[in-house]
């Protein structure tokens, strides 16, 4: 099992809906969670991080975080074209034991698609 | 991207050759990264930095090593490229470890051929 899993996708939605995109970790001391968005041929970029269980809210986007179930969401309303991209689920992860110095494991992406 | 860069951009080199990759911040961060991509494996850690002269190794970090005399700079050398380092590399920075995510650079394209 990977220690960050997210389904590869594609994900197509239409303009103006909401695309909803998962992902699952493994270790549960897991304190700090981000959502990355990439367009093709360019470098990640941040855009959502999470700490506490719940929703956080940054404009069209929202972040879910339950712990319990291991398991961060990230919504995106009123989807554009242009939020077509893959988008990274980044855990830090504290194994027993260890120091993290930050260190991030990514999942593998999900590539959206937005269709007018 | 502000206040990191990367060096070379793209890069095609010969299989055995040794190749140096430069990451350079401006922003005093203490913790930097680098990190390869491929597909289907997405990002994937070869070694970090939490400090001057303080480095360790990732997840993939075989027939590669690291260099750190400062704090602008991290190294990232192939000491004998192969075809199967052909890949995108990333470097990030980090203010502080854990809860504060990266800013990453804008990668360089490496070819062994």
């Known amino acids: 099992q990977k220690e960050v899993e997210q389904n590869s996708g594609p994900l197509s939605v239409p303009e103006g809906a909401i695309a909803s995109l998962n992902c699952t970790y493994s270790?549960?001391?897991?304190?700090?969670f981000f959502w990355y968005r990439q367009y093709s041929g360019k470098s990640p970029e941040l855009i959502m991080s999470?700490?506490?269980?719940g929703d956080k809210e940054d404009g069209r986007f929202t972040a879910q975080l339950n712990k319990a179930s291991q398991y961060v969401s990230l919504l995106i309303r009123d989807s554009q074209p242009s939020d077509s991209a893959t988008y990274l689920c980044?855990?830090?992860?504290?194994?027993?034991?260890?120091?993290?110095?930050?260190?991030?494991?990514f999942g593998q992406g999900t590539i959206l698609t937005v269709h007018p | 991207d502000a206040g990191i860069t990367q060096s070379p951009r793209h890069k095609v080199t010969e299989t055995g050759t040794p190749v140096t990759l430069r990451c350079h911040q401006t922003?005093?961060?203490?913790?930097m990264y680098w990190y390869r991509q491929d597909p289907g494996h997405g990002l994937r850690l070869i070694h970090y930095?939490?400090?001057?002269?303080?480095?360790d190794k990732g997840e993939v970090s075989d027939g590669y090593s690291v260099s750190r005399s400062k704090t602008e700079d991290f190294l990232l050398t192939l000491e004998s490229a192969t075809s199967s380092q052909t890949s995108v590399y990333f470097c990030?920075?980090?203010?502080?470890?854990?809860?504060?995510?990266?800013?990453f650079g804008s990668g360089t394209r490496l070819t062994v051929v």
């Open positions: 990030a920075i980090s203010f502080r470890p854990s809860g504060y995510g990266y800013t």
């Open positions: 270790d549960r001391v897991s304190q700090s």
């Open positions: 999470i700490y506490s269980n």
């Open positions: 980044a855990v830090n992860l504290l194994k027993a034991g260890g120091t993290s110095y930050g260190k991030l494991t």
């Open positions: 922003e005093n961060h203490r913790y």
């Open positions: 930095s939490y400090g001057v002269k303080d480095t």
